[in-house]
């Protein structure tokens, strides 16, 4: 298997712009968590599914954040209006089970620049 | 409720050894141990289950004292490879909940 896949790598935007991060998690995997990772925050979870159903969003940030998993094989995080402190390095993770027992593969992420 | 790393950096020459810990406010069931390089994904390294659990590979170990809520990270006899920032992670309602991390820097 590839891994965790993101795209895209990076993405530069202008303040008020839509932006869409995708991720592809490993086939069989049952749970897929987005985090956010800052100098400050460190690693944030925004939110975490289990069978393509959002379990627990409470890590979103605000209402401009949503995130989908129309199908075991595809997320996205969408960012509408984009905000420059928004501009953070995105990661997808996803692992064979929930329950946090067992290990988390993270794709390569995202790195998101708001200007 | 988001596990406490410490100390939030250390630098060794190669060769010495480090100790890192992380320490729960909450009831502590498990323990996830990552390294993220710079620039790269954090990898796993180890998950610890149960309570008194001592596990390793290569010069990389890890204890947990479910009692007392923390687990310790040990890496003997430093490589350069070991540089990094390193974090645990705890679960909570089926969701890993990282640490701020604890940068590794080894030098030559």
């Known amino acids: 298997d590839a891994g965790v896949i993101q795209s895209p790598r990076h993405e530069v935007t202008e303040m008020g712009q839509e932006v869409t991060l995708r991720c592809k998690p490993i086939s069989g995997h049952n749970s897929l968590f987005w985090y956010r990772q800052t100098m400050m925050r460190g690693l944030e979870l925004l939110i975490y599914f289990n069978n393509n159903v959002p379990i627990d969003d409470s890590g979103m940030p605000e209402d401009r954040f949503s995130a989908k998993m129309p199908n075991a094989s595809f997320s996205t995080l969408k960012i509408q209006p984009s905000e420059p402190r928004d501009s953070a390095v995105y990661f997808c993770?996803?692992?064979?089970?929930?329950?946090?027992?067992?290990?988390?593969?993270f794709g390569q992420g995202t790195r998101l620049t708001v200007v | 409720q988001q596990p406490v790393q410490s100390p939030q950096a250390v630098i060794l020459r190669e060769g010495e050894d480090a100790v890192i810990n992380c320490s729960s406010s909450?009831?502590?069931?498990?323990v996830h141990w990552y390294r993220q390089k710079h620039g790269e994904a954090p990898v796993f390294l180890m998950i610890l289950l149960k309570g008194g659990e001592q596990k390793g590979h290569d010069k990389i170990s890890a204890s947990f004292n479910e009692k007392k809520q923390q687990s310790s990270l040990y890496l003997t006899a430093s490589q350069l490879s070991y540089s990094g920032t390193y974090f645990c992670?705890?679960?909570?309602?089926?969701?890993?909940?990282f640490g701020k991390g604890t940068r590794l820097h080894i030098l030559p």
């Open positions: 909450k009831a502590l069931y498990s």
């Open positions: 992670g705890t679960p909570r309602d089926d969701k890993i909940i």
């Open positions: 993770a996803s692992s064979l089970a929930g329950g946090g027992n067992t290990e988390a593969f």
